[in-house]
């Protein structure tokens, strides 16, 4: 019989940040260790899979001699290894896949393959009460905007996505586009706060009348129009009319305010649409881009009025982390659901 109060120890290396945590009866935080790589990607405006890769490289053993450190557990007291293990960058995925059955191997602890979109949706349950389902879930980060009919932190179906960029790519590339620097969400997000939200009119896709997927590619493009003019020219002598070098803070404040208005309007209108044909008792929200203040108070007001249980994580937990995966890597431990060394890294996510 496994033990029902398990500590996991967790580990994370799917996109840019190498993270390790360990985590006790699925909630209780023991460490949570992230080391980004903003700096390495920054100069590319998006993330390098070989740099990404071999980053990772360096930084898995310091960053899980951390968590273990500051977790004060022994190896010996683990009772399990979980890793994220899906969806992600490959070469990224594969360093904390290898470390994950390197340790459950010579530790002699069972290994859990962990789905990294689903481990968002548990976000909101580290160090909180036990949500109430059905919940309606959003994940919205750099590679994923969906939303999910959220039965049990492992029974999830999907219910949109994004049909073309995620959320967190297009404020990724919008940020690109007024030169502001990368990663592109937390600059604008900060930004914003000064701008004029109406001094441009952008477009919040709403697709079919019944469609719950998301579609940004039209924003970004629109942004990147009102910003640099008209496209002008053919192949290698295509170009643009201007570039944001011309823009002034305030101006550009003013587009990042309009792009966020839209963005998160557009969010928005798709938890509105699936809250009517979902009755459900919790809201949760995971990604990167649930660290948004405009979003997190648009999701604060739309809670209260509809009395949901909001679980909007504390920003440590909406980034990429490890604790996110430990937690919700309980449930399959009290399952007895393990996977053996064959387990591997896969680009896609088990979810859609
Ligand atoms: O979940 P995450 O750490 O990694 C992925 O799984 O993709 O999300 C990273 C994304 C990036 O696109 C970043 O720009 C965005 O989350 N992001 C934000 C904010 N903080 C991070 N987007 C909007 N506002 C923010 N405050
Ligand atoms: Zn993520």
Known sequence: MPDPSPVILGIE???????????????????????????????????????????????????????????????????????????????????????????????????????????????????????????????????????????????????GRTIDDAVGEAYDKAAAI????????????????????????????????????????????ALLYAVRGKPMGRGADAHFERDASGLSRKEKADFAASFQKAAVAAVMLKIRRALKRHAVESLLVGGGVSANSRLRQELTELGDLRQLDLRLPAIEYCLDNAAMIAGLAAGRYRAGQFDDLTLAASPRTATA
Not at 34 to 57: F, K, M, N, W
Request: proline share 6%.
């Open 13 to 159: 290396s799917s996109c840019d940040e190498t993270a390790a945590a360990v985590v006790g009866s699925g909630r209780r935080v023991l460490s949570n260790v992230i080391a980004t790589q903003h700096d390495l990607h920054e100069e590319y405006a998006g993330v390098v899979p070989e740099i990404a890769s071999r980053a990772h490289l360096e930084r898995i053993l310091p960053v899980l001699r951390d968590a273990m450190r500051e977790a004060e557990v022994d190896y010996s007291d683990l009772d399990a290894i979980a890793v994220g293990n899906r969806p992600g960058l490959i070469g990224s995925l594969l360093v904390a896949v290898s470390a994950a059955k390197a340790l459950a191997w010579s530790l002699g602890k069972p290994l859990i393959g962990i789905d990294h979109v689903q481990a968002h949706l548990y976000a909101g349950s580290l160090e909180a009460l036990p949500v109430e389902y059905p919940a309606l879930g959003l994940v919205v980060s750099g590679g994923h905007t969906s939303l999910f009919l959220v039965h049990s932190p492992l029974d999830v179906t999907l219910l």
């Open 178 to 221: 007024l030169e502001i620097g990368y990663p592109g969400g937390p600059r604008i997000d900060c930004i914003a706060q000064v701008g004029d939200e109406n001094a441009h009119d952008l477009p919040v896709s709403a697709l079919d009348p019944d469609s719950l997927d998301f579609s940004f590619s039209g924003l970004k493009t």
